[in-house]
């Protein structure tokens, strides 16, 4: 109910007057209003709308804390590995070219030493592979076998080896598989040798190849300064995206031999990083080169259920502050994604490649976040609703009852049932029915006062007139009754008996020529009328 359209509907009578009913359900429909309106300000100042909006970030915020720790542990421990293992393959082909007597630089020029040389990093490529949390293991050499084939300036020699169990994330059952590399190699260790198999690496000046072998022949840095991360890309031939870990193989005379490194798959990445997605079925987990301020998803990984993770989102993601902590994330085809994200550092500050950052976010589309936010808003604004509606209904009951008793008396008082007025036990309205009832005995005192073919006027010009004929003791105890006074405090105030109270009483009955104190009194309060000074009281 409206207060206000109560107001005017009141109004529009003509008279503007309004009923106690409506007086008092205006009252409290207005009370009501004000109560639900500081509920509503206390609700926003506590901050409970936003509630969910900090449940949400709250759970993002703790996603992203373990995702970054484990992808910045595992990720540092991949690179120390691949360090650790360019030095062992650099040293033996160091010692084994030593002793054959060609230089570094001459590999090339002898084609027929490289599968011997790859024979013998297959061990130290097993080893690596077999105890660290990596999907492959490869060396690629600055050398192809047969340089007049087509093709060879892109062509170079190597091995590289997977660990499919499942993806490497249970290192205690590896299962090495050959995916490049002599094939005389791998059936002389009885290896299965996979159907995207190729002789050789089909490498690029701009690939994982080029980009390495030619930092580290520009830059004069340890090689704990030197490996890189290369942004996700599928190898030619090969059936999987990952992110492969290079790190230069450089001989003891400065030249470079190749690379070696480790793979982290697409698909192990997934399993390693998994968010929590009992919360949110479409949340998932990216890391991603940065590029302008922008995660670039063209070359990201994805670990989560969200059908887009699957690899579907492409280009640059632009990144923009959102609601209060969290951040909004759009793609290049303009899909909408909410959550947070967290630089890793891969790379020593003295790096060659420390001007490379990367990111990891914890993203869910920006649908499912507002959906859940409006889910838990709504249940808390249909209480409210409930609330309300259950409030002015229980103000109209409340009302209704309450006037009850008083329209029943507001009754009484214009029926007069035999001038009788029945006790409601409500003091105010009990005691305005006895005022009522001692002026109804005061007009049938006046009544009775009158005799046949005499009017009051003309009595009560006797009563005045008497009133002279009164002595000093008489007048005395005259005005105290038109003080209002009883008998009996009259009795305390003169310092006289009752008894001559009583004689004072039948001599000013006689003079004034009334034959009671009703009688006496009704010609005292008409006195007072007359005088402006409202009516004495009745004895008690």
């Not at 207060?3 to 009370?31: C, H, S, V, W, Y």
């Not at 993770?309 to 959102?322: E, F, H, K, W, Y």
């Not at 109209?396 to 049932?417: D, E, W």
Request: with cysteine; charged share 20%; glycine share 6%.
């Amino acid at each position: 109910m409206n207060p206000f359209k109560l107001l005017r509907d009141a109004r529009a009578n003509g008279r503007g007057e309004i009923t106690l009913q409506r007086r008092l359900l205006m009252f409290f429909l207005l009370f009501l209003v004000a109560v639900m309106a500081a509920l509503f300000i206390i609700l926003f100042a506590c901050g409970f709308f936003s509630a969910g909006l900090r449940e949400q970030t709250l759970f993002l915020d703790n996603e992203l804390g373990h995702l970054s720790d484990d992808v910045s542990k595992n990720f540092a421990s991949v690179s120390l590995e691949g360090v650790a293992l360019s030095r062992r393959l650099s040293e033996y082909l160091d010692k084994t070219l030593a002793d054959k007597e060609i230089r570094p630089s001459e590999l090339q020029a002898a084609p027929e030493e490289i599968e011997p040389l790859l024979d013998g990093c297959f061990d130290m490529l097993t080893s690596a592979l077999e105890k660290n949390r990596a999907s492959g293991a490869y060396i690629v050499l600055d050398a192809t076998v047969n340089p007049s084939l087509p093709g060879a300036a892109r062509s170079r020699a190597g091995v590289f080896l997977k660990n499919m169990e499942p993806n490497a994330l249970h290192l205690e059952t590896p299962a090495i598989r050959f995916m490049r590399g002599p094939a005389a190699l791998a059936r002389s260790r009885n290896m299965t040798i996979l159907p995207q198999w190729q002789m050789e690496f089909s490498v690029s000046d701009d690939g994982f190849f080029g980009i390495s072998t030619r930092m580290a022949r520009q830059a004069s840095l340890p090689l704990s300064r030197l490996y890189h991360w290369n942004g996700s890309e599928v190898l030619a031939g090969d059936y999987q995206e990952a992110i492969l870990l290079t790190v230069p193989l450089v001989a003891s005379d400065g030249s470079i031999y190749g690379v070696c490194g480790f793979e982290i798959s697409a698909m192990l990445f997934k399993l390693q990083n998994l968010p929590d997605n009992t919360g949110h079925t479409r949340v998932f987990a990216m890391f991603a080169p940065v590029r302008d301020d922008k995660l670039d998803a063209s070359r990201a990984l994805f670990a989560g259920s969200f059908s887009q993770a699957s690899g579907t989102i492409n280009g640059t993601m632009a990144i923009a502050p959102g609601n209060g902590e969290l951040y909004s994330f759009t793609s290049s085809d303009g899909e909408a994604f909410t959550g947070l994200y967290t630089p890793v550092h891969l790379y020593p500050k003295d790096s060659a490649h420390a001007e490379e950052e990367w990111a990891v976010s914890v993203l869910l589309p920006s649908a499912d976040f507002e959906a859940v936010i409006r889910s838990q808003n709504r249940t808390v604004m249909l209480l409210l609703l409930v609330l309300l509606v259950f409030s002015a209904a229980a103000s109209f009951i409340i009302s209704r009852r309450y006037l009850t008793p008083v329209i029943g008396a507001i009754n009484q008082v214009k029926t007069k049932a035999g001038g009788e007025y029945k006790k409601t036990n409500i003091q105010e309205i009990d005691d305005l029915f006895a005022y009522l009832a001692e002026q109804d005995i005061l007009r049938e005192a006046k009544a009775d006062a009158l005799i046949p073919g005499e009017t009051i006027s003309e009595r009560y010009a006797t009563f005045v007139a008497g009133i002279k004929t009164l002595s000093p003791a008489e007048r005395a105890v005259f005005n105290l009754y038109m003080e209002g006074y009883s008998a009996k405090a009259i009795t305390e105030i003169l310092c006289l008996s009752i008894n001559t109270i009583k004689t004072h009483n039948k001599r000013i009955y006689m003079k004034l020529n009334v034959a009671s104190r009703d009688e006496l009194m009704v010609y005292v309060n008409m006195m007072r009328e007359k005088e402006g000074l409202g009516v004495v009281g009745r004895e008690p």
